[in-house]
């Protein structure tokens, strides 16, 4: 299965599958204008700013009014139809259901974040992809030798553990120990996204490690 990885941090994240499929868009149209041609689906996993950029989507629903959106979260629906998208475009899907969408087909699962938010299971022409981001667990979603994986490791453990402590040591602000203790509630480690590769990976399987910290993380691909 093709992809292309337009961005993937706390900055902003957009996926490209097989073309005609975008998973969140949480950058500027401009970055994405030169794809929106054969864009025919978007998925959205939640609201945060990083997967789905208002300024950007209003862009979309003006100038391809035609493109589906796919989502979990009526927060999801309520931002995208205040951006322009038509209702009618959009699919609500029901949690651990898997349905025809014509291109694909498509089931959710709840991931564990801070705002309701999903995994995307899909399956195209017999190939089967897991995207996963912004979660502090994973195990409960079981997906054995599908052949493509997009899964979050955002932070290495002991590096983050680390990083708290001499947050501590050196009485830095509040601020920054919040958002080291956030890091754990709400997203991936290195560590905890491996544990599941190992168990659902198949010998033909391949992984994408994505949203990775540059503050937070080691490890190897």
């Known amino acids: 299965m093709k992809y292309n990885i337009i961005s993937s941090s706390s900055k902003g994240n957009c996926i490209i599958i097989e073309s005609f499929l975008a998973l969140d868009i949480g950058i500027s149209y401009t970055k994405l204008k030169s794809y929106l041609k054969d864009i025919k689906l978007i998925f959205i996993s939640h609201v945060h700013l990083d997967h789905l950029k208002p300024t950007t989507i209003k862009k979309i629903a003006y100038n391809y009014p035609t493109i589906k959106y796919i989502c979990g979260s009526e927060y999801v629906v309520k931002k995208l139809v205040e951006c322009g998208v038509n209702k009618k475009n959009i699919y609500v899907l029901n949690e651990y259901k898997w349905y ?49 994986y997009c899964i979050e490791s955002n932070y290495n453990e002991e590096l983050l553990e680390k990083h708290i402590q001499e947050c501590i040591d050196n009485n830095d602000s509040e601020d920054k120990l919040y958002y080291l203790n956030r890091v754990k509630d709400t997203h991936l480690s290195y560590n905890k996204c491996t544990d599941f590769l190992l168990e659902n990976m198949g010998e033909n399987s391949e992984y994408v490690r994505i949203h990775k910290s540059s503050y937070n993380y080691e490890g190897d691909d």
Not at 103 to 127: C, T
């Open 100 to 148: 025809d969408l014509g291109l694909v087909q498509a089931s959710l699962e709840p991931l564990v974040h801070d705002s309701p938010n999903y995994a995307l299971k899909l399956e195209y022409k017999g190939k089967k992809l897991l995207y996963a981001v912004d979660t502090s667990e994973i195990n409960h979603i079981v997906a054995r030798h599908y052949d493509l």
